[in-house]
Each structure stands twice: as structure tokens, then as C-alpha cells.
């Protein structure tokens, strides 16, 4: 009795901080994929970074277990149940547990604040990042070179392993400022942003960040500027039907793509031969229901002579890098899932997120970060669609 008495207690005490628990974890978490898969900084470490992973894993679940299980819905446990099925399914087939590891960190996610989940996860990752251009700047850290084979523009990846990670990652970062300044944003402050990320780009020669990082400048500075109810109508409409627009017009490219046509070869050529790649993944992976085992053959592998060129394969446009990797089935979840985030933050007068979610749609046409954490914060919104706590219910029947 004193022992349930004691556990009963320790539970209530940590009930209030189970959610600062859980930022910390999670930044721990981030934290530890950049190090071990983006920079050099833990060769020969990367076994005890995934152990401590796990371990971060282990503390999510017991929060999930402990703190959130009572409060789940029939609907809520038939939603985890069906869901866990369908990723141990993909796992198997793939070969990749990183679905479940991202499940377990978006289950988490449950009643904590995604405002400060922002605002940690914002001063972590720039702090790091930041502090990792700068150490290759001072030239205290390596600051690798890479030349473009098709113009010879030399590029650097300013302290991480290739040219462009330090890109993605300040655009990424360039979103979390923005989303957690929302309409206190000053002038000052935009300027600085595109200023950022023109002289990332003037190293690494990263097109795409650079044009959609001032893209999601100019976005947010004019619905902070311009609230008129039919420009929030049409952002709304794009932001909803965007993901699935461009996932439809990703596989017809895959499949229409002919390299004898003068147009496309050009597009081709200008989208840096996504489209032959993409191409190249239809006819040896496919779309299957589960997913494939791919080992994918990336530019860093063949800049390091791990392979040769003729044998890369990796797919930059994340809907087909999903599609290919995991299956048509797990895409469709992500686009309902994103579908159905869009209309809660909507019914609750958030449509501000619509600006990010929609920029996030068209940056995942030309790069796979869209189910990367490590980048996508945004994914963790997608907790309120998997779970509905039970007073929800209870309120409904009171209602009716």
C-alpha cells in the first residue's frame, strides 16, 4: 500500500514537469542526429549517440505508458493499434526503424506545447548549427570543398560532411524563427533572415533553400501585413490540397519523364537531374504497398569514392523518396495526416500555419526532409490527429 501510495505521489510530481521532460528528451534526440549523421564530430561514436537515442526512446515511452495511456479514446487506442501494425509491417520490409522511432517521438508529443517545443528545439538547433559554420570558419573544424561535375562551382559544407546540410538546416531554422515570432516580426529582422541565407548560399550554392527560404519571407511578411479574409481563404485551399497535388504530379513526372524530349531534358537539367533520378527509382523500386529495402547511393558517397557515379540513385523529391522507401501506403497516412493538422489549426483561428505548411509542401518536391525530425518539427502536429483523449468524447456525449 505505501508502495502505490509512494508511486501515486511520484506520478502527480512529475505530472507538471512530464512535459519539459519530454522537450528535453526530444532536443537530446535532435541533438544527436546532427551530430551523428551530419558532421565528423562523433566517428567512432555513433553506437553509444544510437544507444542514448534509445535510451531518450525508453523515457518517451514510459510518458506514453505512465502519463498519457489512461487518457486515450477507443478511437485513439484503435488508431495506435492500426498504426503500429501498418509501421511493424514497413519496418520488416525496410529494414529501417526509424518510422517507429519517429512514431514513438510524435505519440510523445501528446499535451505537450508545440509553441515550446518550437522554442527549444529553435535554440538548440541554432546554436549548434551556428556554432559549427562558425568552428569551420575559424577553420578550428574542417570546411570541406565540392565541385559541381556539370560547372565546376566549388561548394562548402561549413563544418558538416556535405555542402548541402548547413543549407537545409538554416532554412529549417529560418521556419521555426519565423513560426515562434509570428506577428512580432520587425523589418529588421526579415532583412537579417535573407541575409542569412544568401551568404549560406554564396558557400554551399544551394538554389532551392535560398529561393524557398525568401519565399516563406515574403509569404509571412505579407500575411502580417495584409489580413484580408479571401487571401486567408486561398491560403487555406493551396495549404490543404498542396501535398496531395504535388505527390500525384511527382509520379506522373516519374512516369511521363523521356529524356529524348527537348523540355523535359532541359527541366531536368535545371532541377539538377531529379527528374532521370526520380525516373530511375519508378523502374527499380516502383510504388508497392510496404515500402522497399533501398540502399540508397547519395552524392556524398560518391564525392568520398564509395561508389562510382553511374551507380547513384538517391531520389531528392521526398514525396518519391517516401513513396519508394516506405510504401504508397505509409504517403497516403502522411498526406491525411497533414490534411486533417491543416483543419484543426484552422477551427482553432491558426491559419498563420498554413504558411509553413505550405511552403513545406513545395520544399519537399525537390528535397526528402518532409519525414526527417531531425529537420520537420512540424510533423509532431500530426499527435493531435492520431490521438483523441477520452473527455473529448465525454464532452461530445454531453452535448448531444
Given at each position: 500500500m505505501k508502495k502505490n501510495k509512494q508511486l501515486i505521489q511520484l506520478k502527480h510530481l512529475l505530472k507538471d514537469k512530464i512535459e519539459y521532460i519530454y522537450i528535453i528528451a526530444l532536443t537530446i534526440y535532435i541533438a544527436s542526429l546532427i551530430f551523428s549523421n551530419k558532421t565528423d564530430f562523433t566517428i567512432g561514436f555513433e553506437k553509444y549517440l544510437s544507444l542514448l537515442r534509445y535510451m531518450i526512446l525508453f523515457i518517451i515511452g514510459i510518458k506514453i505508458i505512465v502519463f498519457d495511456f489512461e487518457e486515450y479514446s477507443k478511437k485513439t487506442l484503435i488508431n495506435i493499434s492500426i498504426l503500429t501494425v501498418i509501421i511493424a509491417i514497413v519496418t520488416l520490409k525496410t529494414d529501417s526503424r526509424l518510422l517507429m522511432q519517429y512514431f514513438i517521438l510524435i505519440l510523445g508529443a501528446y499535451k505537450v506545447s508545440f509553441e515550446k517545443i518550437v522554442k527549444w528545439v529553435l535554440i538548440t538547433q541554432s546554436t549548434l548549427v551556428l556554432g559549427i559554420i562558425l568552428l569551420s570558419l575559424l577553420k578550428i573544424i574542417p570546411n570541406y570543398a565540392f565541385t559541381r561535375s556539370n560547372n565546376g562551382t566549388v561548394r562548402y559544407s561549413l563544418g558538416f560532411t556535405f555542402s548541402s546540410y548547413p543549407a537545409i538546416f538554416i532554412y529549417y531554422l529560418?521556419?521555426?524563427?519565423?513560426?515562434?515570432?509570428?506577428?512580432?516580426?520587425?523589418?529588421?529582422?526579415?532583412?537579417?533572415?535573407?541575409?542569412?541565407?544568401?551568404?549560406?548560399?554564396?558557400?554551399?550554392?544551394?538554389?532551392?533553400?535560398?529561393?524557398?527560404?525568401?519565399?516563406l519571407i515574403v509569404i509571412v511578411f505579407l500575411y502580417n501585413k495584409i489580413q484580408k479574409e479571401w487571401i486567408n481563404k486561398i491560403l487555406?485551399?493551396?495549404?490543404?490540397?498542396?501535398?496531395?497535388?504535388?505527390?500525384?504530379?511527382?509520379?506522373?513526372?516519374a512516369f511521363l519523364y523521356d529524356s529524348s524530349n527537348n523540355i523535359m531534358s532541359k527541366t531536368n537539367d535545371l532541377l539538377s537531374d531529379r527528374l532521370e533520378l526520380s525516373k530511375k527509382g519508378m523502374e527499380e523500386f516502383g510504388i508497392k504497398f510496404?515500402?522497399?529495402k533501398i540502399k540508397w547511393i547519395s552524392l556524398l558517397m560518391v564525392y568520398a569514392g564509395e561508389s562510382s557515379k553511374n551507380k547513384f540513385n538517391y531520389v531528392d523529391n521526398g514525396y518519391l523518396n517516401i513513396i519508394y522507401?516506405?510504401?504508397i501506403i505509409i504517403m497516403l497516412l502522411i498526406l491525411y495526416g497533414f490534411y486533417k493538422v491543416i483543419e484543426q489549426q484552422v477551427k482553432n483561428k491558426n491559419t498563420y500555419i498554413c504558411c509553413f505548411i505550405l511552403m513545406l509542401a513545395v520544399h519537399t518536391f525537390i528535397t526528402p526532409q518532409l519525414l526527417q525530425v531531425v529537420y520537420n518539427?512540424?510533423?509532431?502536429?500530426?499527435?493531435?490527429?492520431?490521438?483523441?483523449?477520452?473527455?473529448?468524447?465525454n464532452d461530445k456525449k454531453e452535448i448531444i
Open positions: 529560418t521556419m521555426l524563427y519565423l513560426y515562434y515570432r509570428k506577428n512580432k516580426l520587425k523589418i529588421v529582422e526579415y532583412i537579417a533572415l535573407i541575409i542569412l541565407n544568401v551568404i549560406i548560399y554564396i558557400f554551399t550554392d544551394t538554389k532551392a533553400e535560398l529561393i524557398c527560404a525568401i519565399s487555406i485551399a493551396l495549404t490543404k490540397y498542396m501535398m496531395s497535388f504535388l505527390t500525384i504530379f511527382s509520379i506522373g513526372l510496404f515500402g522497399n522507401n516506405y510504401g518539427i512540424f510533423l509532431l502536429l500530426l499527435v493531435d490527429v492520431i490521438i483523441q483523449p477520452k473527455k473529448q468524447e
